[in-house]
């Protein structure tokens, strides 16, 4: 089990530039869930899929992020244009949810994004 | 909506001495509970997660937490912290809008 692979490690881009952030979870695992984590925030959910489909991204912050997961065993986090506020560590995760919830999540190892 | 406090940003503890996260929830309805440990330029692994099957969780790394419905707590322990436990500690809980809300977490630092 290789765990969920985010790529890249670290990204760093000027201001107004596209930002793409990728996510491979666990194979079998049916729900995917991105995160940020900054030092003034904490942990933030910003969207949620469950067998590929977008159920909740009310957090995602604004038009300017998008997500998508064309396929069970990837998704993209997108930025566009990106800002300095939007730096911050970017994580992925991904669990089999069946009908109970107690399904723990399991995290890759993030994206740290500098947006100068 | 569901919300998970951790009292303390910062604990430190001498080594072997006793390892005590505060987390409180709140929830009209038990939530399942997690704890998550973060070790510096890492994501989140799992210490161990509350399902009601039992009140006192035991978890990897001699970590164990124990829920107490009456006073909404889910505290983490390890009786004899080791200089590698230093790390960042998350409690969680899951509603059943199945959304995971974290605490703002506990940076534990460990003393030789």
């Known amino acids: 089990d290789a765990g969920v692979i985010q790529s890249p490690r670290h990204e760093v881009t000027e201001m107004g530039q596209e930002v793409t952030l990728r996510c491979k979870p666990i194979?079998?695992?049916?729900?995917l869930f991105w995160y940020r984590q900054t030092m003034m925030r904490g942990l933030e959910l910003l969207i949620y899929?469950?067998?590929?489909?977008?159920?909740?991204d009310s957090g995602m912050p604004e038009d300017r992020f998008s997500a998508k997961m064309p396929n069970a065993s990837f998704s993209t986090l997108k930025i566009q244009p990106s800002e300095p506020r939007d730096s911050a560590v970017y994580f992925c995760?991904?669990?089999?949810?069946?009908?109970?919830?107690?399904?723990?999540?399991?995290f890759g190892n993030g994206t740290r994004l500098t947006v100068t | 909506a569901q919300s998970v406090t951790q009292l303390g940003s910062h604990v430190s503890v001498s080594e072997g001495a006793l390892v005590l996260l505060r987390c409180n929830y709140s929830?009209?309805?038990?939530?399942?509970l997690f704890w998550y440990v973060q070790y510096p330029n890492q994501g989140l692994q799992l210490l161990l997660k509350?399902?009601?099957?039992?009140?006192l969780v035991k978890g990897i790394n001699d970590f164990e937490a124990e829920f107490k419905k009456s006073e909404t707590s889910f505290h983490l322990t390890k009786p004899s912290a080791h200089m590698s436990d230093a790390a960042e500690y998350f409690c969680?809980?899951?509603?059943?809008?199945?959304?995971?809300?974290f605490g703002s977490g506990t940076q534990l630092t460990v003393l030789p």
């Open positions: 969680a809980a899951r509603s059943s809008a199945r959304q995971l809300t």
């Open positions: 995760a991904s669990s089999l949810e069946g009908d109970r919830d107690s399904s723990p999540l399991h």
């Open positions: 899929f469950n067998n590929n489909v977008p159920i909740d």
């Open positions: 929830s009209s309805v038990p939530p399942y």
């Open positions: 509350y399902t009601s099957a039992a009140t």
């Open positions: 194979s079998g695992h049916n729900s």
